[in-house]
């Protein structure tokens, strides 16, 4: 079954959100579902404080993404 949400925001936020996701190769439906379903997982959380100097970022490309949460699903059943 497909539902549908719906929510208010600041435009230049979507619109800014839009722009990088288009930059990136997907749609804003895309982040946003990806972003629903890493959080029911337990992969993405909210709440937290993270000191930036202590952590590295890595941005991929959304298909290496995609294969990277494969492999990681792979190693979850071992």
């Given amino acids: ?3 549908q949400i ?4 600041d435009k230049s936020l ?3 959100a839009m722009k990088k996701a288009q930059s990136g ?3 804003l439906k895309a982040v946003l579902y990806n ?3 890493l959080y029911t997982e337990g992969k993405l959380n ?3 404080q ?5 952590v590295e970022v890595l941005e991929v490309a959304p298909g290496i993404q995609k294969k990277m949460d494969k492999i990681g699903e792979l190693l979850d059943k071992i």
Avoid at 6 to 9: G, L, Y
Wanted: a neutral charge; glycine letters at 8%; hydrophobic letters at 40%.
């Fill in 50 to 54: 993270i000191n930036e100097s202590d």
């Fill in 14 to 16: 979507k619109d800014q």
């Fill in 46 to 48: 909210f709440g937290l």
């Fill in 1 to 3: 079954m497909i539902t």
């Fill in 35 to 37: 972003a629903l379903k």
């Fill in 25 to 27: 190769g997907v749609t």
């Fill in 6 to 9: 719906v929510f208010k925001t």
